[in-house]
T-cell receptor, first 113, second 114 residues
């Protein structure tokens, strides 16, 4: 699969702080996605980005699809304790037989009250 | 709707045993897939299917078989379990294979191979 480099690997912040994480790849993707995984659960989609340069918000979350189509970032503003979890970026490629989603290794976020 | 349902939630196997992880979705999704999640590795694609009767390999297919006889079900078979297959397995589906339809994940199946 295409390698996705996600950073940072983990973050330990105080409630109210802003958070930023990003993903880079040596390959071009058609779509960038950001998922959040709570303990013992499957990943849940946060934001989907379909066009290079696209900037999309979902409440306190903002994500951008890089102009080169090789990177994306996710920002969380004014973090709260329920933001705790693992955040994954994913790049989507299309093939004749379907599509494949390649995931980054995740950013583990801890928020202290 | 139940969404994507995986069973069992937990399973312990001995090396060499076989088993099937079940995945069912009730959303009439054409596309289904299996991922494994290992610490520090993110999620890696095992197999996927774009519709009934069609399957294809992902990034880490060795040691796993799949079939898609119905739209709703996409079981993952381990023919001879190995300790390296200890992992958390996620089934995911989407309406079709286009980028506008993103994956919905099940809650996961945690497998331990002794």
């Amino acid at each position: 699969g295409q390698q996705l480099n996600q950073s940072p690997q983990s973050m330990f912040i105080q409630e109210g702080e802003d958070v930023s994480m990003n993903c880079t790849s040596s390959s071009i993707f058609n779509t960038w996605l950001w998922y959040k995984q709570d303990p013992g659960e499957g990943p849940v989609l946060l934001i989907a980005l379909y066009k290079a340069g696209e900037l999309t918000s979902n409440g306190r979350l903002t994500a951008q699809f890089g102009i080169t189509r090789k990177d994306s970032f996710l920002n969380i503003s004014a973090s709260i304790p329920s933001d705790v979890g693992i955040y994954f970026c994913a790049g989507q490629l299309y093939y004749l037989s379907g599509y494949a989603l390649n995931f980054g290794k995740g950013t583990s976020l801890l928020v202290t009250p | 709707n139940a969404g994507v349902t995986q069973t069992p939630k937990f399973q312990v196997l001995k090396t060499g045993q076989s088993m099937t992880l079940q995945c069912a979705q009730d959303m009439n999704h054409e596309y289904m897939s299996w991922y494994r999640q290992d610490p520090g590795m993110g999620l890696r694609l095992i197999h996927y299917s774009v519709g009934a009767g069609i399957t294809d390999q992902g990034e880490v297919p060795n040691g796993y078989n799949v079939s898609r006889s119905t739209t709703e079900d996409f079981p993952l078979r381990l023919l001879s379990a190995a300790p390296s297959q200890t992992s958390v397995y996620f089934c995911a589906s989407s309406y079709d294979g286009s980028g506008a339809n993103v994956l919905t994940f099940g809650a996961g199946s945690r497998l331990t191979v002794l």
